[in-house]
């Protein structure tokens, strides 16, 4: 098991890692400040799940082979900058609603289909894998046995850290979107910048070196 000395160094770590900006603030200030919080919850669950993913990867040593092939990087993460695309053309289109009541706004899409637009962001980025490779392992102590179990403790540390922080982004993405529901013309503007973060998260990811 983890010492409370390294959980709460690797908990405050993971803190500061989830205030710097990135792409998955900027993916979640987007759906938040377009589609409400709602949706930007169903979002950070999907996200979570990734990390999750990622840390029993990492814990069963799947992504020390993966970070080998030179290959499997550039797929996956082709694979991610195409689905960041297809976010960035679906935002582009999206219509504006105006709406009587602030707490209406553009149609919803399903729960499930919002947590699993996390999934696949979360996913499809390699670096967030090659990250926890690199990140995880240092704050394991194989002499207090279990090295799989603090592995996976260490990634639930950092779903509860970036939950916490990610949260407040979509509460304050959602009371801007409150005060622009009765804007069309806001609104498009907001589903332009969206438009506009996502492609720029694709060129990002396209250029990434492992």
């Known amino acids: 098991m983890l010492s409370p000395d390294t959980a709460l160094a690797f908990f405050s770590l993971s803190l500061l890692l989830a205030l710097a900006p990135g792409p998955d603030n900027l993916f979640l200030l987007m759906i938040s400040a377009s589609q409400g919080r709602r949706a930007g919850f169903a979002v950070l669950t999907g996200l979570m799940l990734g990390v999750l993913v990622h840390t029993l990867a990492v ?11 030179a290959a499997a990087f550039t797929a996956l993460k082709l694979a991610g900058a195409a689905y960041l695309l297809y976010l960035a053309w679906g935002a582009w289109r999206a219509p504006a609603s105006v709406q009587a009541d602030t707490a209406g706004g553009a149609p919803q899409q399903s729960w499930w289909r919002l947590v699993g637009r996390g999934v696949v962001m979360n996913l499809t980025n390699p670096k967030v894998l090659l990250f926890f490779l690199a ?22 540390l950092f779903i ?6 990610f949260a407040a982004v979509i509460l304050a993405a959602d009371a801007l979107r409150a005060r622009l529901a009765r804007s069309a013309r806001a609104q498009r503007w907001l589903n332009r910048m969206a438009a506009l973060v996502f492609a720029g998260l694709a060129l990002r990811l396209m250029t990434a070196q492992r």
Do not use: D, E, K, W
Not at 145 to 150: D, F, N, P
């Open 160 to 165: 509860a850290a970036g939950a916490l922080v």
């Open 59 to 69: 814990a069963l040593g799947l992504a020390a082979v993966f970070a080998a092939s």
């Open 135 to 156: 990140l995880l392992p240092q704050f394991v102590t194989p002499a207090r046995g279990g090295v799989v179990l603090q592995i996976v403790t260490l990634g639930l």
